[in-house]
């Protein structure tokens, strides 16, 4: 189904890391619609024959490389670390830079940078609403004095395998649901950003990393991926819980992170955005 405007000119997107979301991101823009080039895409080493980059795309090794591509946007789905060195070269040559991987900014002065560049540039720093839900409902509401916002993660434990929740609790004998964090967003993101990289989305809508309560809990009773997002404040109150279906390739992340990150990407091609 198409839904590229002949009217308007095909945009020209980089993507920053090949991996399992990336793949699924390109893998649905390409479905959907004809209006969106994939013409780099950016990894650490090389890619080898068959690797899957979208025909025609140019490997980027090092970010300076986009300065001769000129993209209209640039993807980071590369992890943290690829945030704030892609970040700088993107918005130094992009309009648009979209950040995937949130928990870097639980750094403040990687945030700070990104921000005073984009300022500098005039391009625009955007994040995708990851697995969560009513992000714009609490952006809108924080235009108010909020007075709490809490964000509780509730995974399978096998989700929270390889992380640091195998140092604090059993996750092979668990018979229970068991809050294994409880702390601010900040700490959160930072100390598990393969699972509470959304933590830093929601501090960044309402009130900050620091007043954002997030608790981190392990269910073996559960096989989504749950978030439950709570706010109250000026606005009044906000309740929003969201089950997502785990990512086939990484169960860490959930299917809804590459859908809104397909859709914040075609909404730059539609004549209305949502």
Do not use: Y
């Not at 309009?95 to 300022?119: H, I, N």
């Not at 609790?169 to 409880?182: I, P, Q, R």
């Amino acid at each position: 189904m198409t839904h590229g405007g002949s009217g308007r000119k095909p945009l020209r997107l980089a993507i920053v890391g090949w991996g399992a979301i990336a793949r699924r991101v390109a893998d649905l823009l390409q479905e959907r619609n004809d209006n969106i080039t994939v013409i780099g895409i950016a990894t650490r080493n090389a890619p080898q024959q068959g690797s899957g980059l979208p025909e025609g795309a140019r490997w980027l090794s090092a970010p300076d490389d986009l300065r001769d591509l000129a993209p209209d946007l640039v993807v980071e789905a590369a992890g943290r670390a690829a945030v704030e060195p892609w970040g700088l070269a993107s918005l130094r040559c992009a309009p648009g830079f979209v950040v995937s991987s949130t928990s870097a900014f639980s750094d403040d002065t990687v945030l700070q940078r990104l921000v005073d560049e984009a300022e500098r540039c005039g391009s625009q720093i955007l994040i995708p609403s990851g697995a969560l839900a009513g992000l714009d409902a609490l952006a809108a509401a924080s235009r108010l004095p909020l007075e709490s916002v809490t964000h509780r993660i509730i995974k399978p434990p096998r989700a929270w395998k390889s992380t640091p929740a195998e140092g604090l609790v059993d996750l092979d004998t668990l018979t229970s649901a068991h809050v294994f964090f409880h702390g601010s967003a900040r700490e959160a993101a930072s100390r598990f950003p393969a699972n509470a990289n959304v933590a830093a989305i929601s501090a960044l809508a309402g009130i900050g990393f620091e007043r954002t309560s997030v608790a981190l809990v392990a269910d073996p009773a559960t096989t989504q991926n749950c978030h439950h997002l709570t706010a109250r404040g000026d606005f009044g109150t906000l309740n929003v819980m969201i089950e997502n279906r785990p990512f086939a390739a990484n169960p860490k992340s959930s299917e809804l992170t590459a859908l809104s990150l397909g859709r914040l990407i075609e909404s730059k091609t539609r004549a209305i955005a949502i």
